[in-house]
T-cell receptor, first 116, second 114 residues
Framework: QQQVKQSPQSLIVQKGGISIINCAYE??????FPWYQQFPGKGPALLIA?????SEKKEGRFTISFNKSAKQFSLHIMDSQPGDSATYFC???????????????FGRGTQLTVWP | KAGVTQTPRYLIKTRGQQVTLSCSPI?????VSWYQQTPGQGLQFLFE???????NKGNFPGRFSGRQFSNSRSEMNVSTLELGDSALYLC?????????????FGPGTRLTVT
């Protein structure tokens, strides 16, 4: 079954607006939550990540909000730009469990389009 | 520091053939994971190698295999190719150092099976 559920599937935002993508997970053993950005023809690029010991992490225009009790986390892109148009994936893993460190469970992706 | 490199970038094979894909991780990274990306199934974990040993394996048939060399470079092999194996195969490297969880992806190998 899908371990990480992502919504919406697609998102259209006007330039300068806020883009919000949401993810939910079931496995409470997950303890590392990264977001990846993928442009057509490229591999996913690590954007920002969070551990469950904090509720928010901000890097430039990108912010992750994390709600441990609700088992949800979201990506906020402030002042969205046309160059942000890409597919965004949330993921989760059990980072501190040595034998499964390499396994990321991905959401299905959100195709973001930012109109100029 | 150079990123993850994958070769070849594009590959066209016929059903029944086998294929080998190569991945060179970021210098100093000792863990390599492989993922398959398709429009229908999204990004799915294939396996992870660390110190030349397979540490974890996803739900793929035995036709999918891999190995890692002493210099951390990794290869994955798919035997008896099927049409459904057409996908973007991605390699990710990580340092596996304590409290360092980041995984960095290469550009992928686009495999088309005809």
């Amino acid at each position: 079954q899908q371990q990480v559920k992502q919504s919406p599937q697609s998102l259209i935002v006007q330039k300068g607006g806020i883009s919000i993508i949401n993810c939910a997970y079931e496995n409470t053993a997950f303890d590392y939550f990264p977001w990846y950005q993928q442009f057509p023809g490229k591999g996913p690029a690590l954007l920002i990540a969070i551990r469950p010991d904090v509720s928010e992490k901000k890097e430039g225009r990108f912010t992750i909000s994390f709600n441990k009790s609700a088992k949800q986390f979201s990506l906020h892109i402030m002042d969205s730009q046309p160059g942000d148009s890409a597919t965004y994936f949330c993921a989760a893993s059990r980072a501190d469990r040595g034998s499964t460190l390499g396994r990321l469970y991905f959401g299905r992706g959100t195709q973001l389009t930012v109109w100029p | 520091k150079a990123g993850v490199t994958q070769t070849p970038r594009y590959l066209i094979k016929t059903r029944g053939q086998q294929v080998t894909l190569s991945c060179s991780p970021i210098s100093g990274h000792r863990s390599v994971s492989w993922y398959q990306q398709t429009p229908g199934q999204g990004l799915q974990f294939l396996f992870e190698y660390f110190s030349e040993t397979q540490r974890n394996k996803g739900n793929f048939p035995g036709r999918f295999s891999g190995r890692q060399f002493s210099n951390s470079r990794s290869e994955m092999n798919v035997s008896t190719l099927e049409l459904g194996d057409s996908a973007l195969y991605l390699c990710a490297s990580s340092s596996r150092q304590p409290r360092s969880y980041e995984q960095y992806f290469g550009p992928g190998t686009r495999l088309t099976v005809t």
